[in-house]
């Protein structure tokens, strides 16, 4: 069994082209920097992709809703005018519902000049950093500005320059300046006990995280519980159950149950593991009481929800709304 724990079950897409292929959106011109409009993909791109993790930076810049982004501690969805932030490892799932008008923008921390070793990459990329909020909403002048930039890097992308991609380095930077004074725009409105309060969703996020089906050398030897986290974060579970819900309506261990809910989804679509073996595999004791959970959380058994997933990420996007 320990020999099984070293497995890696959410699979890791190591290059941008990797991403392009899995998710059927065309065809990647490179793997250390792409932007397109969303509304460009290429037909049969998926509906729905189970837990991965990418090895570069990516910003979905959003001008329409229907993405509904599947994180291991909630869900979020897009909203019209507003931008999701992903980093390096971050481990993320996603549903969309109809064709999406924006820009995706894929870039290795090489490309960008950036490395998240730096003492300044907290302060400088705020957005990229592990807990921090995964969307930031725009006003529409906002995003107007931030649509002219990404238009610019489209132009220069296909301009076959000798120096274009010099100059698209150049307006990178600027775009995620400009995304910068907007994240801190956004942080100054709030108030002192807001930010308290999601200074505290970043550190439960980052303990929960150490709980990741993916991670077995540090993994903790048992279930994730709102007692065991509180502890870790010298809290009583009753007060860190009042401030997670206090700050996104949902006590701890709903976002505990949908961390092992997402993960035990995953296992079921990337994996040929039997069921007791995934109930295992997320330290359930007895097979009987992961069915149990898994379809009071869904309203369908495991294996149901396999077939209807492996289904469903085969069937395009262009199927549905055509």
């Known amino acids: 069994m320990a020999k099984k724990n070293k497995q890696v079950y959410i699979p890791w897409l190591d290059k941008i082209s990797d991403f392009y292929d899995t998710f059927r959106i065309g065809k990647a011109e490179n793997n250390f920097f792409t932007i397109m409009r969303m509304e460009d993909q290429a037909k049969g791109k998926l509906l729905f992709m189970p837990l991965f993790r990418g090895n570069f930076f990516r910003l979905v810049i959003c001008k329409t809703p229907e993405i509904r982004f599947l994180l291991p501690d909630e869900t979020v969805s897009t909203s019209s005018n507003c931008i999701y932030?992903?980093?390096?490892?971050?481990?993320?799932s996603w549903?969309?519902?109809?064709?999406?008008?924006?820009?995706?923008?894929?870039?290795?921390?090489?490309?960008?000049?950036?490395?998240?070793?730096?003492?300044?990459?907290?302060?400088?990329?705020?957005?990229?950093v592990n807990g921090a909020s995964s969307i930031l909403r725009l006003s529409q002048p906002d995003m107007d500005a931030i649509g002219h930039t990404a238009e610019a890097l489209l132009v220069e992308m296909k301009s076959g320059n000798a120096d274009n991609f010099e100059m698209i380095q150049h307006l990178l930077k600027v775009l995620l300046i400009q995304i910068r004074r907007l994240y801190y725009k956004d942080r100054q409105a709030k108030t002192d006990i807001q930010l308290k309060q999601a200074s505290l969703m970043v550190r439960f996020r980052k303990v929960l995280n150490t709980y990741s089906?993916?991670?077995?050398?540090?993994?903790?030897?048992?279930?994730?519980?709102?007692?065991?986290?509180?502890?870790?974060?010298?809290?009583?579970?009753?007060?860190?159950?009042?401030?997670?819900?206090?700050?996104?309506?949902?006590?701890?261990l709903h976002h505990i149950n949908e961390k092992i809910l997402l993960e035990a989804k995953s296992l079921l679509t990337h994996t040929g593991l039997q069921v007791s073996e995934i109930a295992n595999l997320l330290q359930f004791n007895e097979a009987a009481y992961f069915n149990r959970f898994f379809k009071k959380m869904t309203g369908i058994t495991p294996t149901a929800y396999r077939d209807d997933a492996l289904q469903l990420m085969r069937r395009p996007l262009d199927t549905q709304n055509r």
Do not use: M, W
């Open 213 to 252: 089906i993916d991670t077995p050398n540090k993994r903790k030897e048992h279930r994730p519980t709102v007692r065991s986290i509180a502890e870790e974060l010298h809290l009583t579970p009753s007060h860190l159950n009042f401030l997670v819900k206090k700050y996104t309506g949902h006590t701890a």
């Open 95 to 128: 549903q969309r519902v109809e064709t999406i008008y924006g820009y995706l923008v894929c870039f290795t921390p090489e490309f960008a000049g950036i490395s998240p070793q730096s003492p300044l990459f907290t302060k400088d990329f705020p957005f990229f």
């Open 85 to 92: 932030f992903a980093y390096p490892g971050k481990i993320e």
